[in-house]
DNA sequence: TCAAGTGTGTCAAACGGTTGATACACAATA
DNA sequence: TATTGTGTATCAACCGTTTGACACACTTGA
């Protein structure tokens, strides 16, 4: 690879003049503007980004700490992540924490010695007192943590349609799955909001829980199908996220009960399986293009200093009709 | 952040001195060792990574370029792309080409003066000779370009299970979908394997084609809706990819054709949104890990200088008995 | 007594850039 | 004529780390 010498060389000026060139700074006589140009061209130089970014300290890279890319909700995310951080001059570097936490403390360290200039945190392993000598621009997604801006949905809301929307089409036994109530996130006021809704309407409802940050379908369908036995009367399901209501719609099957007639069901996420799925599942949708947007942005402006306090971004939830319930 | 100066100072010693504890080389006295490990501990040193990597010209992080992380198939490569090398000391930065031939190119410039130590290119859009002086370590995913290792499926083989797989369950009229034609890549032996063996069997069967790089799916929808309308008699479906069969088995659904009995379908890739559909797809799996694991292995062995010849590394695949197919 | 080894640690250059200080030539102004 | 300003380009220090060359103090053995 040429280096900013070779060109230098090239060109008969010196190294400073070739820099102050590229960094359009201090004065250069147009003609050996243009020949630097015409080197660096003709040389196929590129500046060397490592050296720029031990001598101006930014690194212009931001770290993304997730628990698995491979989940359509954070691989979607990323998508919109990298897309907002390369408009604004950002790379990503990209950590499958894989619930692990002792990896994900591996992670945090390995970015902060990458020089990354920020991270954005979205799992959920590590104890929450770790984050605060951090010393180093974050942004977490779904997880509070006290003096740590957080971007996520309106959980609440979400909750609330969902659970008012079986009760509107006459359900009467309706159920709720949750992820794991050891985990305190924005999450669980789906939850809340469903025990809320469903108590005040004096309608039977029954919560389960899914065992600690499970997330393999065959598990979810154990657990759906015990949930049947338990509660055949259920003829409502509101699922904290979508795979679980294509279990719950794949048990359904199984045991011959016909969605939406004899059992409706939301999920909540609006991720693609949820999308593509036949029947297509009625689900709370997060805007996750604009989460991502946001994160970075709230990122990006924590990198700069502009913004220096922590705050909470709750973004809207969309309800989307699928067919997994009954048209209104 | 503290830098070896601030450990050199406050454990007495030089900076080479630490140095030469961190790599262990030289002769160190053992009470030394003990104190600038202590000091280091005690300061929560890092080692500054953009400095080592600028001095050994070594990075150790790698590119990956895809055109979508949203994309199932490419988020579970990245889950396990990030998972090898990681295992290997690498950091992953990651890269949504998006279809955009000029992003691409960008991409890679970018990756480049980033100092990335190689690359993975799972894009299709820059043509074959713009790689030609890269100059930089590649291997391809599912892309044959002369001169670079490239990974993939055996899709040849694929193709055929597939195929026969419908013939074997007594479709009449079967049908296959692919992607653009004049995209040459090695996916196109699955189009190839159905021609030969739908040709052979002397079953009507007719191929259908996808608009370029179309991975929407409303617009598989569409084009699968036109293709019943206008052969109506097809009973067996072999998609190029699974969310092209989950469209089928929705339309299906709409136009009340019955899966397995009245059409059956398989699709290609074994990504998440097959496995968790109801009815479950049938498809043809690529062995996602093992392409991401041999993609980043033969990456490393470039890298490294050990291996010099490319070559083409064909995983093969398995058939997934999923409901979309009768039982044989 | 002195050369040769050995254990310990320092100096300074290098990696590839950036930038404040400075030099120089020339023109304009006091 | 001396001073100031301006356009141009260079010098050298610096970012944080690594490493070859070297210095020093102690043995050790001839």
């Known amino acids: 690879m040429a280096s900013i010498h070779d060109v230098a060389r090239e ?8 820099s102050r060139v590229m960094n359009n700074r201090g004065y250069i006589s147009e003609a050996t503007r243009k020949k630097v140009f015409a080197v660096m061209d003709q040389l196929n130089y590129r ?10 300290k930014k690194s212009n890279v931001i770290g993304v700490i997730i628990p698995d890319v491979s989940f359509s909700f954070f691989a979607e995310y990323v998508r919109y992540v990298e897309e907002e951080a390369y408009a604004n001059g950002y790379k990503v570097m990209i950590c499958n924490a894989l619930d692990d936490g002792q990896k994900e403390r591996e992670y945090i360290r390995m970015l ?5 200039d920020g991270i954005i945190l979205g799992s959920h392993t590590m104890d929450i007192h770790e984050f605060e000598n951090l010393q180093l621009p974050v942004v977490t997604l779904d997880r509070t943590v006290p003096g740590v801006t957080c971007v996520t949905s309106d959980n609440d809301a979400g909750g609330r349609i969902a659970t008012q929307a079986l009760l509107d089409r006459g359900c009467q036994h309706i159920a709720h799955i949750r992820g794991p109530i050891e985990l305190e996130t924005p999450a669980n006021r789906r939850s809340d909001a469903f025990a809320e809704v469903a108590g005040a309407s004096g309608v039977k409802h029954t919560i389960l829980e899914t065992s600690n940050n499970e997330f393999v379908f065959n598990a979810y369908l154990k657990l759906v199908e015990k949930m049947f036995q338990e509660h055949p009367s259920i003829d409502g399901v509101f699922a904290s996220n979508d795979l679980l209501a294509l279990a719950v719609l794949r048990v359904a099957k199984m045991i011959g009960k016909h969605v939406p007639e004899q059992l409706q069901i939301i999920g909540f996420d609006g991720v693609h399986e949820a999308t593509v799925s036949t029947p297509q599942m009625a689900t709370i949708s997060q805007d996750i293009p604009l989460m991502a947007k946001e994160s970075v942005q709230q990122l990006l402006s924590i990198i700069s200093e502009e913004s220096t306090e922590a705050i909470k971004i709750v973004l809207p939830v ?7 319930i009954l048209p209104k």
């Open 11 to 18: 060109a008969n000026v010196s190294v400073t003049t070739v």
């Open 47 to 56: 500046p060397n980004e490592v050296a720029r970014s031990l001598f101006r």
């Open 112 to 116: 902060r010695s990458s020089q990354v």
């Open 318 to 324: 969309q309800f989307i009709h699928g067919e997994t």
